[in-house]
């Protein structure tokens, strides 16, 4: 007997995307680029994996994506890469490397593609996740930032998602963070023997981390620490304050909240997130915020910037989806002659923007029409020797069951009517 062959199964953290779920996230996907562009913004695609250094410099050594998450790996020249655990340090690099911030067009871009981190898989989150993602340069006025709110807002609400509450804060600047580390650290040095021992190493490395901290315990403890609004200096303060004042000029509603800090080192001034009470503990659908000293920390020019990433996975689980069909033709053929006219009809059919599918496989009418009906087809049309005779098609409803007969012309005139 011989042994059996081990299946080859899907990594763990990852997950197939089948045809049905699919044409989800093309929805979801085509609506979040037809608002984006509404906006300015274009899109720009980077490699998947790029020198490790640059995530290290730019997510930051301290937060958890570099320290726990990263895929790296050492390629056959020897050199050290890694997938990309997050967006922004690729688009930084490329604006860098391409020069773009010479070019006339406005340093707007969005982008969509799947990101990669070494975490715990869980319902909603995945080892290799996909995000939608948008980045804007050179624009210092917190006009910016509340119009990116509103734009965030908008694709929410264009999709249907509901129950969602919008957190605002600041994260300060060089110039004021520091003495707000101080204290911080000094705080959470007081609670150290109530710490987990990850949030205990955090305390020498970067006590902002503390507040990404999962374990109950620990973000109780952390609402006792001093809040960094409390330390803004006055430009901090001044462009905090036109923030809010331009998200009220919007009509959105928005809460301060003092520990979104957002779990990267770059954040400068503006963080902001969209949450879902739906979501249960990680109820983030979409988080983002200022880093304006990224582009020169990378040794390029001088040029501010802000953007936020969704998740798509958690988004798509929160939009509702409607049971209402899509316009779908299938199309019968009884003999050679009628594969042939239906396959000219079909192309026809295609030119309208409906979709229509005819098979080449050996069934009769009946099997054929039994098909139509699992795949759930909208329409049937049906081509035997009368109808190309008569130069009339049989083209049945499969809701209703109503059938009527009509000539190529008559037919394209109904289907270009449902687009």
């Known amino acids: 007997m011989s042994p059996q062959k081990k ?5 763990k953290g990852t997950k197939d995307i089948l045809p049905q779920e699919a044409r989800k996230w093309q929805r979801v996907e085509a609506e979040a680029k037809g608002i984006f562009e509404l906006y300015g913004y274009r899109e720009i695609r980077t490699p998947v994996f790029e020198a490790t250094e640059l995530f290290e410099k730019g997510t930051g050594q301290t937060s958890d994506v570099v320290t726990k998450e990263m895929y790296t790996f050492v390629d056959k020249g020897g050199r050290s890469l890694t997938l990309r655990p997050e967006y922004t340090p690729s688009i930084v690099r490329s604006i860098i490397e391409n020069r773009l911030n010479l070019k006339p067009q406005p340093l707007r871009f969005y982008f969509i593609g799947p990101m990669f981190r070494y975490d715990k898989p869980q319902k909603g989150r995945f080892r290799q996740f996909h995000q939608i993602d948008i980045e804007v340069f050179g624009e210092k006025d917190p006009a910016i930032d509340a119009e990116i709110v509103e734009m965030a807002d908008f694709l929410c609400s264009s999709l249907g998602v509901m ?4 957190l605002v804060n600041s994260v300060g600047c060089r110039e004021c963070r520091p003495a707000y580390h101080q204290d911080l650290k000094a ?4 609670y150290r023997a109530k710490l987990c021992a990850d949030c205990q190493r955090k305390i020498d490395i970067n006590p902002l981390r503390i507040f990404d901290c999962k374990n109950e315990t620990c973000r109780k403890i952390a609402r006792e620490f001093p ?3 409390d330390y803004l200096c006055p430009e901090c303060e001044k462009h905090f304050h036109k923030f809010s004042c331009y998200l009220d000029s919007y009509g959105i509603k928005h809460r301060v909240e ?6 990267l080192d770059y954040y400068t001034k503006t963080t902001f997130e969209i949450i879902s009470s739906k979501l249960g503990a990680q109820d983030s659908i979409l988080g983002g915020g200022r880093y304006d000293d990224m582009m020169k920390d990378f040794g390029g020019p001088d040029i501010c ?12 689980s929160l939009v509702p989806f409607g049971k209402k069909p899509e316009v779908f033709v299938y199309v019968v053929t009884i003999g050679e002659k009628a594969k042939k006219t239906g396959m000219e009809l079909a192309r026809a059919i295609r030119r309208t923007g409906v979709e229509c599918l005819i098979e080449y496989k050996d069934r009769s009418l009946r099997n054929q029409i039994s ?14 020797e009368d109808e190309i005779k008569k130069k009339k098609f049989q083209l049945k409803k499969m809701e209703s069951g109503e059938q009527i007969s009509c000539t190529q012309k008559e037919m394209l005139k109904i289907f270009s009517e449902t687009v």
Not at 7 to 11: N, P, S
Not at 187 to 190: L, N, R, V
Not at 305 to 316: C, M, N, P
Not at 378 to 383: A, D, P
Request: glycine share 10%; charged share 25%; hydrophobic share 55%.
């Open 227 to 229: 809040i960094i609004t």
């Open 258 to 263: 003092p520990l979104l800090v957002r779990g």
């Open 305 to 316: 910037g802000i953007g936020f990433a969704v998740g798509l996975e958690r988004l798509l």
């Open 187 to 190: 705080s959470a040095e007081s």
């Open 7 to 11: 299946q080859i199964a899907a990594i």
């Open 163 to 166: 129950d969602r509450e919008i």
């Open 371 to 384: 098909r139509a009906d699992k795949l759930r087809a909208t329409w049937v049309l049906i081509i035997g």
